[in-house]
């Protein structure tokens, strides 16, 4: 992986090809379809030229997790087949800004935040698609709904006439082997499968996880949707905050 002072367009090739064929290889191994796995390019932090270049080699999907940061991005660049996915904290505040301007939203973690999205895709005679985030190994310091209380949250955002759950949503535990994160990938499928026979109306197709260290195991567990980062347009400063 490169500074962003050593990133040419052979690199981000290079990357993305990288990339691809590991997403190939690990769905062939585990018999899956690999046209059946989006990859969502994370460009937070990034410069709007690395998602034009990454655009120009074929991605399609593109990953933000700062609202404001992303607006400015989606503002500039927004062809007609990009996606731009939102898979960062959304507060209730924002949901105006950002219905109409993401494909998916991957991060809704409570029933407050939905109905806001709900009313807001009304005024904007819209539907918004989402992901639920659920915290499955319950982390303190993650976002996203408890497994156990997503069926119940679940069924009522499946109530609202202008939000449509794609599926659910997790970021696993940062462990130094990615083995350790098999469990939590399969036990947000589990839960999905649940949710789909119990919560009608949604069609629960999307399980988005996996990121740079850990997307080949998410794959492996079913992921729909694996969300790569530094493995594409490389290492990200620290986060100051
Ligand atoms: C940053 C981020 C990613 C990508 O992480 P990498 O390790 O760079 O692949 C994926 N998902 C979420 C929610 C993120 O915030």
Known sequence: MHEISDFNSEQLAENITQVRDCIATTAAKVGRDPTEITLVAVSKTKPLELVEMAYNLGVTDFGENRV????????????PQLRWHLIGHLQ?????????????????????????LDRKAAEQHMRVEVLLQVNIAEEASKEGMSPDAAPEIARQIAGLANVEIAGLMTVAPLVDDPEEARPVFRALRVLRDNLRATVTGSDWRHLSMGMTHDYPIAIEEGATIVRVGRAIFGQRPPVIR
């Open 68 to 79: 404001q940061e992303a607006l400015s991005k989606i503002t500039q660049f927004h062809p």
């Open 92 to 116: 209730s505040n924002k949901a105006a800004k950002v219905v109409g301007a993401f494909a998916c939203i991957h991060s809704v973690d409570s029933l407050h935040l939905a109905q806001y």
